[in-house]
């Protein structure tokens, strides 16, 4: 077609700009296969050979993390969960979590208890030094132990077990508890040993300067651009770490990550986000994958002080309404994320098949049923006609895939006859109203998005998730009952694992029966580094034999990590 | 007469201040609880009320930060107990750079589109230009900063996707790293410059001194860049200042996108955790900026404008 007239020539012309707009949003928008892998269980999928060859010394790496963090005091600063890393690179833990899922000493040598648990006994190896030259001692941790006890620390709340700790020699400290304490060292996992004199030196200023007895040694920091860290070179492991340099990124938005690392700009990022695990499926054999699926779930919770879900009918009737693999595949989940019953995954040693079971879910006529029960119910709890509607608010953070998750429990509650309010809530406000104000027993919401489970020993996410809900901040459900408190103290204080799985167990016939809570899946995180990168899931504890848990919640211990050249 | 126009300028950044800290002090969602941790304990949370005497009264905390300020401390941040001015120090030349780059950009190349657009006005060349203008004046710069992304650093791997390198360090790689994000923002700009220049510019080229000028014999590209661009750029100018504001809230998203480490990215999460004394702190330095920004406008205004500076009326 010729244009011939002076209007039909601009036309054309302007057609031809759009056009070329277009095109040059097309052409950023390639297209990506769909590649739906197999279902994951739990644990850690990967496509990485077992072998790897023999670490070579030498060679710096980058990693691309997903946020940054305030600072890098042990107690003192909040660091992400990417900042965990930063943290073992530069510190070591007392102890860590092996293959097995037992927890043993890592920078201490040995940590026993006495016959009840009442007291543990902890040896440090001898000769380790800080990166600042001075000695690690058991003066050093009563000196960390005494700052972290006070009531402004973030570690206040996790030490309340702990009565107090006494220097025995100079390599010893022994821990007595206010009651028998199985799970004490896992406690100690988060325990990092830090430099007095330079904390002293530096005072406000140390959370930029960590000092610590990590591989490696803190170099520079500029925030929210990159921390670089070298080589320890009198690491007490000899031989360790293998890499000269590590240098960390937070890059928070997931598409630039995952750019970063397809790009070869980084070495290796991680990801917490679903959306971005299936992206990266599609990025196939240029990298390697590590998924890991954890005992972290998202879910919702209910604020059992708050009509009408003060009422144990009305939760059960919004368990029964919820389709759970429906939610799943509306976050993008589908054959990637596992749908979630318990506060344990299918993997863990806690799991009980009885309780998966028994976990009310996509039972609409019986959901109908029970919400029937109470709408008819002359005596509610919130107080309205017989008869009239159960209206609840449904609080999420403004998050694309929250929201959508939102909407779709929204739809499958109504089906049941609920009415659901959907409201977006910033994140800081969604935290606050979860947490409420003293003394905690009623918080200012309905239902919440939220997560739940971690990693760790039962005790440790569920004695003060659902401890005394009296001037407790962090039982936000503010749900309790008398045997559930019975339960959770014997839980912590009785040492036979196969007891306490029968404990937690009984814990778990409480929550299917009295429904504080909910769940929407298994929360699906990932690894995904550069083909050179080796050693990412095989750490070991010291001297090599016992395999560590690889990496746990896509967290890498770059002690280990080398580069192949 | 300047030094008037300066001192008005103190009770503007003030009263912006003082607002922004009864917005961030009004939202809700306490400091001191999610500074407390996970499962906070009541200890916890009261030790860190203490500690940054949070229990005061709102007018209180205020008059003393401002006594603070007028002594040069801006207090360390709740979150990061990095100095506040260290923290600005630190971020600040890196959004100012993006930010003069965008709006270069943007300039040098509005003032050739919107003088040929004038110029050509109404033909094809000139609609070509304005829909182009539209096309991307339509399109919000974080999904500008995405496809820039794709193209240039993931397909075509010309850029560097993410990161930062201080222009002390190495320019070279400085230069590379903040031509993605300071186009992402300039995109936007630029469609807004060439429609004003070309509406400023018709006005001017059907003035008379221009009709003498084209009698003269004077040569077209003088006659349009020498003697009507500048009586037609009061607008744009205008606009520029104006801008500033749009530039840095472009940059917060900007920032997030190609992880640059700039004040707006500082800014967003201050706000998110509550960080008061920090978002202060960078929105007294916003504000200042913004103010001498218009004030620099005002200035260029006089160098532009022979009549303002002689202080006469303009000829009828």
């Known amino acids: 077609m010729t244009a011939r007239t002076p209007s039909q020539r601009s036309l054309l012309l302007r057609l031809l700009a759009l056009l070329a707009i277009v095109t040059f949003i097309g052409a950023a928008c390639g297209g990506g296969d769909e590649g739906a892998e197999g279902e994951n269980e739990g644990g850690i999928v990967e496509n990485e050979t077992e072998d790897e060859g023999e670490p070579q010394s030498g060679g710096s790496v980058s990693i691309a993390l997903e946020a940054e963090s305030a600072g890098w005091q042990p107690c003192v600063d909040a660091h992400s969960e990417s900042g965990t890393m930063v943290m073992r690179a530069i510190y070591d833990p007392l102890t860590a979590r092996g293959e097995d899922g037992k927890v043993r000493p890592y920078l201490a040598e040995t940590l026993d208890s006495n016959d009840d648990a009442t007291e543990w006994t902890l040896k440090l190896r001898s000769g380790v030094k800080f990166h600042d030259g001075t000695d690690l001692t058991a003066d050093v941790l009563k000196n960390n132990f005494d700052a972290a006890k006070q009531p402004s620390s973030r570690c206040f709340a996790a030490l309340q077990p702990i009565k107090e700790m006494q220097v025995v020699d100079p390599l010893t400290v022994k821990y007595v508890m206010n009651s028998p304490y199985g799970p004490f060292p896992e406690l100690l996992m988060a325990s990092y040993p830090y430099s007095p004199s330079n904390a002293e030196a530096k005072g406000k200023d140390v959370s930029a300067n960590p000092v610590g007895t990590g591989p490696f040694t803190f170099v520079s920091w500029e925030r929210d651009s990159k921390l670089t860290v070298k080589k320890n070179p009198n690491y007490w492991q000899k031989g360790l770490p293998y890499l000269d340099e590590v240098v960390f990124r937070p890059v928070t938005d997931e598409d630039a990550r995952l750019a970063a690392v397809e790009s070869g700009e980084v070495d290796i990022m991680h990801t917490l986000r679903q959306e971005t695990v299936k992206n990266a499926r599609n990025l196939g054999d240029a990298v390697n994958r590590i998924e890991f699926v954890g005992n972290n779930c998202g879910g919702s919770i209910f604020n059992t002080a708050r009509p009408p879900v003060d009422d144990k009918r009305v939760r059960k009737a919004l368990a029964y309404a919820m389709n759970q693999e429906e939610l799943i595949a509306i976050l993008g989940g589908e054959g990637i994320s596992p749908s979630c019953t318990q506060f344990f995954s299918k993997d863990s040693p806690w799991y009980s098949e009885k309780i998966a079971k028994a976990y009310p879910q996509n039972k609409p006529a019986e959901g109908k049923k029970l919400l029937d029960e109470y709408k008819n119910d002359p005596a509610r709890s919130d107080k309205k006609a017989a008869g009239a509607e159960v209206v609840v608010e449904f609080n999420c953070p403004p998050d694309p895939t929250l929201i959508a998750v939102a909407q779709g429990y929204q739809q499958q509650a109504q089906a049941v006859g609920f009415k659901m309010n959907l409201n977006q809530v910033e994140q800081a406000t969604h935290i606050n109203n979860a947490v409420g104000k003293p003394p905690f027993t009623d918080a200012d919401y309905m239902i919440n998005c939220w997560r739940l489970g971690s990693q760790g020993d039962p005790d440790s996410v569920l004695f003060n998730q659902y401890g005394d809900p009296n001037n407790n901040a962090s039982n936000v459900t503010n749900f309790s009952t008398p045997e559930l408190q019975s339960l959770l103290k014997q839980g912590r204080e009785e040492s036979d694992p196969a007891k306490r799985k029968e404990i937690y167990e009984k814990v778990h016939e409480i929550f299917n029966d009295e429904v504080p809570h909910v769940w929407t899946g298994a929360t699906v995180t990932s690894v995904v580094s550069k083909p050179a990168v080796k050693g990412i899931q095989g750490w070991t504890f010291p001297g090599g034999k016992t395999k560590g848990n690889g990496a746990e919640n896509s967290g890498i211990r770059f002690v280990q990590v080398w580069v192949q050249k | ?316």
């Not at chain 2, 709740?78 to 600040?92: C, D, K, M, S």
């Not at chain 2, 993931?154 to 031509?179: C, H, M, Q, Y």
């Not at chain 2, 429609?195 to 003269?216: C, P």
């Not at chain 2, 620099?296 to 006089?302: E, I, K, N, Q, T």
């Open chain 2, 1 to 316: 007469m300047l030094l008037r126009k300066l001192l008005t300028l103190v009770p503007t950044v003030l009263l912006v201040s003082f607002l922004t800290y009864v917005l961030v002090d009004l939202l809700p969602g306490d400091a001191a609880t999610l500074l407390a941790g996970n499962d906070p304990r009541q200890e916890t949370i009261d030790a860190i009320r203490e500690e940054l005497n949070l229990n005061d009264p709102l007018p209180v905390r205020y008059v003393k930060w401002l006594g603070d300020v007028a002594t040069g401390d801006f207090g360390r941040s709740f979150r990061t107990n990095q100095p506040v001015l260290e923290a600005i120090g630190e971020r600040l030349p890196i959004t100012l750079q993006i930010g003069l780059m965008a709006l270069l950009f943007a300039i040098i190349l509005s003032i050739p589109l919107g003088v040929i657009s004038a110029y050509r006005a109404n033909t094809a060349i000139d609609k070509t230009i304005t829909t182009v203008s539209f096309g991307l004046l339509a399109i919000p710069n974080f999904v500008m900063a995405l496809v820039l992304l794709y193209v240039f650093a993931v397909r075509f791997r010309i850029f560097p996707a993410v990161g930062w390198t201080r222009i002390t360090e190495d320019l070279g790689e400085n230069i590379k790293r903040s031509i993605l994000p300071a186009l992402s923002l300039s995109i936007g700009q630029l469609a807004v410059y060439t429609r004003l220049l070309r509406t400023d510019m018709i006005a001017t080229l059907q003035e008379d001194f221009v009709s003498m000028a084209k009698a003269k014999g004077l040569p077209t590209w003088r006659i349009l860049f020498t003697h009507a661009l500048r009586p037609s750029s009061f607008s744009l100018l205008t606009i520029v200042g104006l801008q500033v504001g749009g530039l840095i809230g472009g940059a917060v998203i900007v920032e997030q996108f190609f992880a640059l480490p700039g004040i707006g990215r500082m800014l967003f999460e201050a706000i998110s955790q509550r960080d008061l004394v920090l978002v202060q702190g960078v929105v007294l330095f916003i504000g200042l900026t913004t103010v001498l920004a218009n004030f620099a406008v005002d200035l260029v205004y006089s160098v532009l404008d022979p009549r303002i500076r002689r202080g006469s009326t303009r000829a009828a």
